[in-house]
């Protein structure tokens, strides 16, 4: 089971992302701020973390940097989930650590896609009543 760190401020936009991953292959973990986030990165040590770029506390941007300055965090695979998708914004962004970007408004089954080529997945499993 992997392990994601979802930090987005808006409660419904963490609801969809929670919802499309939940399942045997993920345990979701939740941030409403860029602090909380960070700090759960550092404790919980996730396989990959979903981060907003405008959230109260640090920014998404300025929690991948830290993480990405971390030696024990800096190899962990960062989406940005973000409506700033100018050219600029993901330079910045890959600047600080960002592996790739989901920009809003987005589809579930983006999400599902990128979080699986993040994780170095083909596909997740199926759960019992799903075979």
């Not at 700090?39 to 300025?62: N, Y």
């Not at 089954?109 to 075979?131: K, T």
Request: negative net charge; aromatic residues 4%.
């Amino acid at each position: 089971m992997k392990t994601i760190l979802l930090a987005d401020d808006e409660p419904n936009i963490r609801l969809l992302v929670r919802t499309t991953l939940e399942g045997p292959d993920y345990r979701i973990l939740e941030a409403a701020d860029g602090s909380t986030a960070l700090k759960m990165a550092q404790k919980e040590s996730p396989d990959l973390i979903i981060l907003d770029w405008l959230m109260p506390g640090l920014t998404g941007i300025e929690v991948a940097s830290r993480l990405h300055e971390n030696e024990h965090t800096a190899r962990l695979p960062i989406i940005m989930l973000t409506c700033k998708g100018q050219p600029g914004d993901m330079a910045q962004g890959r600047a600080a650590g960002v592996d790739t970007y989901l920009i809003k408004p987005f589809s579930p089954m983006e999400v599902l896609d990128r979080v699986q080529d993040a994780l170095g997945q083909d596909a997740i499993s199926q759960s019992p009543n799903e075979q």
